[in-house]
């Protein structure tokens, strides 16, 4: 049974430019989560996806934009990139309405450099 | 005012023996879930253990314990018997209920533990 996988595990951009991150959620789950981690710091939430829809969102810019598609499977687009935006993209699935005590299970990241 | 705090930026301990990792959190829903991950170089954020706030026993799984006290909203890890494979980044989250029905988790800035043979 697979679990969260992302791709790419590394990219390089420069400034300005644009990105896509891509998540497929474990077998059975059907919510996706997109956390941003700076280096030495924990992971920022930045927004959920159930039923292809963004349900909740972090305080990030409207240059993070998602996407779920039907199979649950879900990306990140970050436009106009900035140097501050280099960290660790990680993606989580999850089955919703499990509660607080529903676990998210993560992927190994995206680790995204902006030159 | 930050939810998750980990006042510990780095902790070393003997292979063997048992170390405690502080988390304190601030919150003031009723219903909240509170979680250890443990990431190694890595990357990949593991589960580690989970305590739900109406939960009556501390947490525990294997050589991992929460160690609970609701009042002083302290939700600490204890890991017995450290092995040098422990040795990783631990990040202490909670997770809060909300009226939309989703969950996102509120992470702390973690602590470095290193296992020494």
């Known amino acids: 049974d697979a679990g969260v996988t992302q791709s790419p595990t590394h990219l390089i951009k420069t400034r300005g430019q644009q990105v896509t991150l891509r998540c497929s959620p474990k077998?059975?789950?059907?919510?996706v989560s997109w956390y941003q981690q700076a280096l030495g710091q924990g992971p920022q939430f930045i927004f959920q996806y159930y039923e292809e829809e963004e349900r909740q969102r972090g305080n990030f810019p409207d240059r993070f934009s998602g996407h779920q598609f039907p199979n649950y499977s879900s990306e990140l687009n970050v436009n106009a990139l900035l140097l501050g935006d280099s960290a660790l993209y990680l993606c989580?699935?999850?089955?919703?309405?499990?509660?607080?005590?529903?676990?998210?299970?993560f992927g190994e990241g995206s680790r995204l450099t902006v030159l | 005012a930050q939810k998750i705090t980990q006042t510990q930026p780095g902790m070393f301990v003997q292979e063997k023996e048992a170390v405690t990792l502080d988390c304190t959190y601030d919150?003031?829903?009723?219903?909240?879930?509170l979680f250890w991950y443990k990431q190694p170089s890595s990357g990949e954020m593991i589960f580690l253990i989970y305590?739900?706030?109406?939960?009556?026993q501390n947490a525990t799984e294997g050589r991992y314990s929460l160690n609970f006290q609701k009042a002083r909203k302290s939700a600490n890890l204890v890991i017995s018997a450290s092995q040098l494979g422990d040795s990783a980044m631990y990040f202490c989250?909670?997770?809060?209920?909300?009226?939309?029905?989703?969950?996102?988790?509120?992470f702390g800035k973690g602590t470095k533990l290193s296992v020494i043979p």
């Open positions: 989250a909670m997770r809060e209920s909300s009226g939309a029905g989703s969950y996102q988790l509120t």
């Open positions: 989580a699935s999850s089955v919703r309405d499990r509660g607080t005590g529903g676990e998210l299970f």
């Open positions: 077998s059975g789950h059907d919510t």
């Open positions: 919150t003031s829903d009723p219903s909240y879930g």
């Open positions: 305590q739900g706030s109406y939960d009556q």
